[in-house]
């Protein structure tokens, strides 16, 4: 409307104006792609086809065309690495009526992909190279009698090749929701991917706690360290994320990621903020933890308490089946708000079954999400809250919850009622909390959390033989009281 106002106006076009200014753009990645066994993914291609089927009679929908990379991940149960920390191939795929299209490099489309999509969903599926996309939509369309489905984010390229605007119909993909809602395989994937990342991150932390007074360990040798305990674990893949180590001001920096420029050494002088997350294949992990190896400032302990006592009061929180995440996200703010503070970022986003870190539809923000269908079980999000005074620190206690059902005493309208389950099983730095702020109930949950961690993750050590992981384990997992 302003663009039209000052005599502008948009044109389609489809040449790459970048690439005119950029001719020795390096091509688009195309790197192997891989089956993800059913051991991991829970249900084969064709119970997905299914299921995607049965939603698109549903809206009369002839053709769902899948454009975001995850989505079809997910759908096809296969694997890749086009883009750094996101397991993730360059593709397309339209969907119909029992059968499907896959769009891709022909150097990725290997014996083994065939073979695997051919015993997953029988011989029901094509191959095409990834550029002809365009052009067997436009053939598809042009007689057709039912809407093509594209997710709202799909590109105008594709989108405006449906001839008729009756036909087309945006809305959020089936597959998101379906994503979303992790099976039983992914759901005890996800765990023991949580279990692994936790031995990983006590080795880290005691090896930190004992070396960090004798070498010079800093914020990218530190995160190098970590990676190499995340690689002594079963079916890691890589990261999940660049990892986010960071002492003092910059922790501060939420998105901060520290390089050779910005660079400091970890000392015992400041808070020390670890967000980081790693990509196994029965799950992705997300935790953050934050760490003084010397003595905190009263108010950094002030601080941290509150974070703390929000951290808490959502993981506790029971609440009506498919509510939306944003009505819950006060509940983590609260003790915050109480002195005049508050944090700048969302407080939960979902998380892939070794997908993406982040993933929709649902979240936990301030801000109310358009798509976030409701939170039911079986969903898995971040627990977040922070607290950053710009300059001089930075405080984040971050865990991955399952959605599970609670089961109160009544169960009003029959609605269902849902709390989060722990995934995260890391430690969480009890050296940093003013008891005196605590109630007896937070004290409990936490005392409860540190016995899952000791039960769960100690075992998994004593095994490696990570003899002083297990220490830090139980010296920071001692029952508090008042
Ligand atoms: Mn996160």
Request: proline content about 6%; overall charge negative.
């Amino acid at each position: 409307m302003q663009l039209e106002a000052a005599g502008h106006k948009l044109v389609p076009i489809s040449t790459n104006l970048i690439e005119l200014i950029w001719p020795d753009r390096p091509g688009r990645p195309a790197n192997p792609v891989d089956p993800l066994p059913l051991k991991f993914s829970g249900k084969p291609v064709k119970d997905k086809l299914e299921a995607l089927n049965a939603q698109m009679k549903d809206k009369n929908a002839k053709y769902l065309i899948l454009t975001a990379l995850d989505e079809i991940a997910w759908f096809l149960n296969l694997r890749g690495s086009d883009i750094d920390y996101n397991p993730v191939f360059f593709s397309y795929v339209i969907v119909s009526l029992n059968s499907f299209t896959l769009f891709l490099n022909p150097v990725q489309v290997t014996a083994e992909v065939k073979q695997h999509l051919s015993s997953e969903a029988g011989d029901i599926f094509k191959i095409e190279p990834y550029s002809s996309i365009e052009d067997k939509l436009k053939e598809l369309v042009k007689n057709i009698d039912g809407y093509v489905w594209f997710s709202e984010s799909a590109n105008y390229a594709l989108t405006s090749l449906i001839p008729r605007k009756n036909l087309l119909m945006t809305d959020i993909t089936p597959v998101q929701l379906m994503k979303a809602v992790k099976n039983p395989v992914e759901i005890s994937g996800m765990h023991n991917a949580h279990i692994k990342d936790a031995a990983a991150l006590c080795c880290y932390f005691a090896w930190l706690e004992k070396n960090v007074e004798k070498i010079k360990i800093t914020e990218v040798s530190g995160a190098s360290k970590l990676l190499e305990f995340r690689k002594m674990q079963v079916d890691f893949v890589g990261d999940s994320f660049p990892t986010i180590s960071s002492v003092g001001p910059h922790g501060a920096i939420i998105h901060y990621c520290p390089d050779e420029t910005t660079d400091v050494q970890i000392t015992t002088d400041s808070l020390y903020l670890c967000d980081s997350g790693g990509q196994y294949k029965d799950g992705t992990t997300d935790v953050t933890r934050t760490l003084h190896f010397g003595t905190p400032t009263d108010f950094e302990k002030e601080c941290y308490t509150r974070v703390f006592k929000g951290h808490v009061k959502l993981a506790t929180a029971i609440f009506p089946s498919k509510i939306k995440g944003n009505y819950l996200d006060s509940f983590a703010r609260e003790y915050l708000w109480q002195v005049g503070l508050d944090y700048a970022h969302g407080t939960g986003h979902g998380i892939g079954s070794y997908l993406n870190v982040h993933e929709g539809p649902m979240g936990i923000s301030w801000r109310p999400i358009q798509e976030d269908p409701g939170l039911e079980a079986g969903m898995f999000l971040s627990n977040e809250p922070g607290y950053y005074q710009d300059g001089q620190f930075g405080i984040r206690i971050e865990d991955i919850v399952e959605v599970v059902d609670a089961s109160p005493p009544h169960n009003f309208n029959s609605r269902g009622f849902l709390t989060f389950g722990a995934v995260t099983l890391v430690p969480k730095i009890t050296k940093l909390l003013v008891i005196d702020m605590l109630t007896d109930a937070e004290i409990e949950y936490l005392n409860k959390y540190h016995q899952e961690c000791r039960d769960i993750v100690g075992p998994l050590l004593e095994q490696q033989g990570q003899k002083e992981a297990k220490e830090w384990l139980f010296k920071e997992t001692k029952p508090i009281s008042k």
